[in-house]
């Protein structure tokens, strides 16, 4: 087996721990996408490739990995929820990243100003992770806040430059909030209905005494008709008791059935075997919809079998076909 499969199974034992879709969601996003780019930032610092190498870098990232990792453990020992914990990694990422572009605005060199902008693309891509968490609020407040540290930064620098994009965030970060809750709403509605199906699912399958699998067992017996193989493997999924009603009522139905149109075939000898059958339907009370459904013809077909079945009784426009029936039906 490739040595990376055992990487990820304790990450797939944790989501199966998870029992919402959104939660599962969460945190995959965190354990696949989150973590191993902040690791690699952290790491890139480090190194002195993304950012200076003044000692404030260190402590900041030094401070995000510590504080991040509370967290995850505090979520692992179920001290925590995973959404408690997602918000916590977006909102530490928000936080470390505005106080270092404060910073940066303090220093007063080109560089840094462009370390501005650099850290406001990372504070977009961390709002973009809190939509895809479908948080409703933290989006919204992950913008206001942005902005805030961008117009703050712009005014300590006096840069032009920066000051010309402020408009622009202003739209991006108004645009990405408004769809970030409009999206984790639609996602919650979604949720809620999921669950309430879910509900329905188990009291239904309470009142009726059935396991999901017999339940599905019985759809399949009744959608399609299946060779000897194939209905002795479906009758398996069921219990004893299932199994003996559903044989016996199957049995019940085709003896009542069958004596029905016995019947019907010694009153009406001038029908053929389907207007027989359409005759037994119509004694039932079945409209026409009905009988279309149960026999699986169209309405032209049973239209013109009831025509001639009223040619045959030689019936007038104005007589009721099921009277009629019923009538001869009734005869000694």
Known sequence: MNPLVHLFNPFRKWLRNEHSVLDRQRLALLL???IPFMLLGVAANFLGVMEPSAPFFGYTHTLLVLTAAVFLLLYRRRKIGI????AAFIIIGQTILSVEMVYCAFQ?????DMLIMANM???????????????????????????????LC?????????????VVFILVFLFTSVIGVWVANSMGQLEHENEEYKKGEKELLH?????????????????EKYDHDGTKVLLERLDTKSKLNLLANV????????????IIGQKFPELTPSEREICRLILQGKKLYDICRILGKNESNINSQRANMRKKLRLKPADNLQKALQQRLDEA
């Not at 959404?83 to 997602?86: A, K, L, P, R, S």
């Not at 007063?108 to 840094?112: L, V």
């Not at 049995?251 to 016995?262: G, I, M, Q, S």
Request: aromatic residues 12%.
């Open 207 to 223: 009142i009726l005494r059935l396991k999901r699998d017999e339940v599905k067992a019985f759809v399949a017996l009744a959608s």
């Open 108 to 112: 007063g060199t080109p560089y840094y």
């Open 154 to 166: 712009s005014w300590i620098t006096g840069d032009a430059l920066l000051n010309s994009f402020i």
């Open 83 to 86: 959404t408690v914990c997602f």
């Open 32 to 34: 696949s996408c989150y």
């Open 251 to 262: 049995e019940e139905y085709l003896k009542t059935r069958n004596t029905d149109l016995e």
């Open 121 to 151: 693309v990372l504070l977009s891509q961390n709002t973009l992770v809190a939509m895809a968490g479908l948080m409703r609020r933290i989006p919204v407040l992950l913008g206001i806040t942005t902005l805030f540290i961008y117009i």
